[in-house]
Structures are given as C-alpha cells and as structure tokens.
C-alpha cells in the first residue's frame, strides 16, 4: 500500500483544519493511501518535518495556508528524489489554491490532493537560497501578511490583509534599487516590487501581467515606482489590481525573468509567500524550473473562489 505523509496547521483560517479531520484523513485513505497525519507545531515545522520524514513516502500533503504550502514545498526541495505534492487549502486567503485550480471544499480538495490526477510539473523559486513557491515581494503592504496577527486574520480573512494594508500607506518609502534580470539592467526608486508565479497575490486576480504560466522557467515581475502625490498612488493602486490608471504616468513597470538581482544601499525587507524572508542590501532571486510536482485541479473548473462548506 503506497505510504502518504499528511501535515495540517492546526491554526490556520480558524482552526478549520482540525474540525475536518476525520472526513480528510477518510477520503484520503478511500483513495488507497496508507496515511502518517502530523500537526505542525511551530513556524518552520513542516520544513524539517518533509526533510527529515519526505523520503519515506510515496506522496505529501499538506493543509493549512499559503505558509504552510511554503514550508512544506522548501523541505521537499531539500530532498533528491522529492514525492509529489498535494495541497488542501485551510488559510484566509490562498493564493495558491486559486493558482491551482482547487476546490476550497475539504473533501473535494482532500478527494484531488489524493488523486492519480497528472501532476504539473511546478517551478519553484529561491530569494538569497531559500524557497518559494508563488512569490518575494518588497515595499509597499509587504509588512501586512507577516505582521497581521492569526486571529485577525482567522476573523475577518481576507479583509484583515486589506484592512492592514490601509493601515500602512502613510509609512511608505521608495528604495532607490538597480535591478539586473537576464542581461538588462534598470534603476529607479521603487515603492513595491513582486516576482511572481501566481494568478492571484493577496487575494488580487488579474495582475497585470501579458501570461502566467507555472512550468516555464519565468516570474512575472512587476515593479511600481515612486508616487510623487496621492493621484500616482491611486493609479499604481489601479494598476496592481490589473486596472488601467486614470493618469497616464508610467508608474508600474511589468515583465519576465528567470534570474533577477536587486541592489540598494540599505537593507530591503522582503516577504516570501506572505512570510517574512530576510533583509539584505543584495537579493538574488532565481527560478528553478519544474522543480517539484503538485495535483492540481482541472483548469475548466473555478472552484477555489467556492466558500468552505462541509463535505
């Protein structure tokens, strides 16, 4: 009987998880797999958990959010020969389910993540080495997702990273950065920037990016520049959210790239899948090409915008 490891942050979208349990752990059994549960215990926990466990089975999955997703996906890109991944999303806003195509239902995302469904084959990216799996982003509401504390986020979802990310428009600064991607070169002053492999980046679809997709070896990166007043706020706003801007000032910057380098002379604080990832004055970011493999879930369906519901 194949072996399947199954890790869940018992935390994570208001401990929903954890109230789903049985019909998980049954619908995963139901599709022939011999399963090893463990609840995550701390921040970094599934990492050395698929590290040192990952080689052992057949298939890991993981439920919990974003984070969880990341930590579980940097231990298996740790391991030479890593399983393939399964994901079932329990956090507040989960871009990656939405990226993936899976059901926001329990059982169905259960159902899929167990499944003998082809897998994609899913590039991975590495900010200064460490791992990944949707997005690095500096400046601007890059604060909101690691410093918004869990019950906020357990009770409003969604809305609290909004409502966070208000919060912080008067402390915005622009870093003066040259950036060094795949032969080209650019410096400007910057108030946020992403490099991205992802539809939807804090619940935003639509970024304005030309196409996204996951295999092909490439971020979007999309970099905005230095609003001079309220309006150039409001048109980098609107360009974020993949809306053309009243003015007509280039404020955002949009392309692709396997390997980028940014430079400044201060230390940039960046975040990695909603988490924060360090602070350096020099961060290399490169994409390592279908990296690991994950179920995903067919791309005619749009059930990761369904609302959680019993099975």
């Not at 698929?50 to 990341?70: A, K, Y």
């Not at 890109?77 to 389910?97: H, Q, R, W």
């Amino acid at each position: 009987m194949n072996q399947l490891l199954f890790l869940y942050n018992p935390t994570s979208g208001k401990g929903g998880a954890a109230g789903h349990l049985s019909t998980i752990l049954d619908t995963l059994t139901k599709e022939g797999w011999l399963v090893t549960t463990y609840p995550t215990q701390k921040p970094g926990d599934a990492t050395c958990i698929v590290r040192e466990l990952g080689p052992r089975f057949d298939r890991v999955v993981c439920c919990g959010g974003d984070g969880t997703l990341s930590e579980t996906a940097a231990g298996l890109m740790d391991l030479e020969e890593p399983p393939v991944l399964g994901y079932i999303p329990a956090g507040s806003t989960n871009d990656c389910a939405t990226t993936l195509h899976i059901p926001r239902v329990y059982k169905k995302a259960a159902a899929l993540a167990g499944s003998d469904a082809q897998p994609l084959a899913w590039d991975i990216g590495t900010l200064n080495d460490r791992p990944f799996v949707y997005v690095a982003a500096f400046g601007a509401f890059t604060e909101v997702a690691y410093d918004t504390p869990q019950d906020l986020k357990n009770t409003f979802g969604h809305l609290a990273y909004v409502m966070a990310g208000i919060a912080s428009i008067p402390s915005i600064a622009p870093y003066h950065i040259k950036v060094e991607y795949d032969g080209n070169t650019l410096e400007d002053d910057f108030f946020y920037g992403m490099v991205c492999n992802t539809y939807s980046v804090g619940g935003m679809k639509n970024l304005p990016t030309d196409r996204v997709e996951l295999d092909d070896g490439l971020f979007e990166v999309i970099l905005v520049k230095k609003p001079v007043n309220i309006f150039e706020i409001g048109a980098a706003l609107q360009s974020l959210l993949g809306q053309p801007p009243a003015s007509s000032a280039n404020a955002l910057l949009s392309f692709h790239a396997s390997e980028l380098k940014f430079t400044c002379e201060k230390p940039i604080p960046w975040t990695l899948d909603g988490e924060y990832g360090g602070s350096h004055e020099v961060n290399v970011v490169c994409n390592h090409r279908q990296a690991l493999q994950i179920i995903q879930g067919p791309v005619h369906d749009k059930p990761a915008n369904q609302p959680e519901g019993t099975p």
